[in-house]
């Protein structure tokens, strides 16, 4: 069973962990949302300083946590695609330096097979093949994972991700970044049938769409003009803004457009099993709904632990050591790529 170290930096968090095939041996994160926060959104150069500033304590610490000297670890990965380049590349050259200073061999990884791998760290027995449910703040999509760095995209999102209609929704209610913790709070207290909201239906299959793809971006819109109408009449008639009850409408709305999707897309491809990764993999709503949809159709639902749902190198180095032991290895020359489908991974290795 490998050993792997990683880390990763492909956003607004600094993390190192390191992995003994699926036990996690240590995991560090150093988040950067508070200084993000009073920008609204994450500012690349400004994490592209604060990764600088962290990496070398996140990596010592995570040493020191795991209590292991170097002759254990077997490789270091990190994550190299895709993400904010000047926030990549930091991760990529401490990894690629402690590679060449311990003789150890070099793994990029790609950050949504991270994401997949996640879920592995709650239930090591899981395998391919399953369907995997990915929902972040950057990318929806449903893949049918086949093994290691085999994958076909069966569904995606035609423009919002959903953890970004979050965050713009949380931005009209004045919510505050980032908006998915905050909308799902609020909506434990809302009514979820206050409003009636779109779902973002698309048609069936026509342009070369799949029939599992979605659309948030409109979904977003009528909640602006739904909040713009209620401050009106707020206004005129005084009383407070019913932000909960707009929250817990706009999730029920978000969750069962991908709930439907997921479950038909599963039973349509004969999977029996659905993981899902990505931040809002920690929605309270998603989790129960999808759950529930499951049970009724005997179909087994994995969700990663609530820590492992963010952003975290645990799950890279998960995803490393399936690579690793299958004989991949990165070159020295690899390097950082904002845009990288899942599908393209196999440039990223040699046997």
């Not at 990529?92 to 060449?100: F, H």
Request: charged share 20%.
């Amino acid at each position: 069973m490998s050993t792997v170290l990683a880390i990763e930096t492909s956003c607004d968090e600094t993390a190192v962990a390191i992995v003994e095939g699926r036990q996690v041996l240590s995991s560090v994160v150093a988040s950067q949302i508070e200084v993000h926060r009073r920008y609204g959104g994450v500012v690349p150069e400004i994490a592209s300083r604060e990764h600088v500033s962290a990496i070398g304590v996140a990596i010592a610490q995570a040493l020191t946590e795991a209590h292991l000297p170097w002759s254990a670890i077997d490789a270091v990965a990190t994550t190299c695609a895709p993400g904010l380049v000047g926030a990549l590349m930091v991760g990529i050259t401490a990894a690629k330096t402690l590679a060449m200073v311990h003789s150890k061999p070099f793994l990029g990884i790609h950050h949504l097979e991270g994401h997949i791998y996640a879920s592995y760290l709650s239930d090591a027995a899981v395998n391919p093949p399953f369907l995997c449910l990915l929902v972040s703040g950057g990318h929806t999509s449903f893949v049918h994972v086949r093994g290691a760095g085999d994958y076909v995209i069966l569904g995606k999102t035609r423009d919002d991700a959903a953890g970004e209609a979050f965050d713009k929704v949380a931005r009209l209610l004045d919510l505050g970044y980032p908006g998915g913790p905050v909308i799902d709070r609020l909506a434990q207290t809302g009514n979820p049938k206050a409003f009636a909201l779109p779902e973002g239906k698309i048609s069936l299959p026509e342009g070369g769409f799949h029939p599992y793809d979605a659309s948030f971006s409109g979904l977003k819109t009528a909640v602006l003009r739904l909040t713009e109408k209620l401050k009106t009449e707020k206004n005129e008639n005084g009383g407070e803004l019913p932000v909960a009850d707009i929250a817990a409408s706009f999730q029920s709305t978000v969750v069962r457009a991908l709930v439907k999707r997921a479950i038909a897309c599963a039973q349509d491809h004969s999977l029996s099993t659905i993981v899902v990764g990505g931040g809002v993999a920690a929605n309270s709503g998603l989790r129960r709904e999808l759950q529930a949809a499951a049970a009724n159709r005997h179909l087994k639902v994995l969700f990663p632990p609530l820590k492992y749902c963010t952003d975290n190198a645990a799950m890279i180095a998960c995803a490393a050591v399936e690579h690793f032991e299958k004989g991949e290895r990165s070159p020295l020359t690899l390097g950082g790529q904002s845009k990288l489908s899942i599908t393209d991974i196999a440039q990223l290795y040699h046997n």
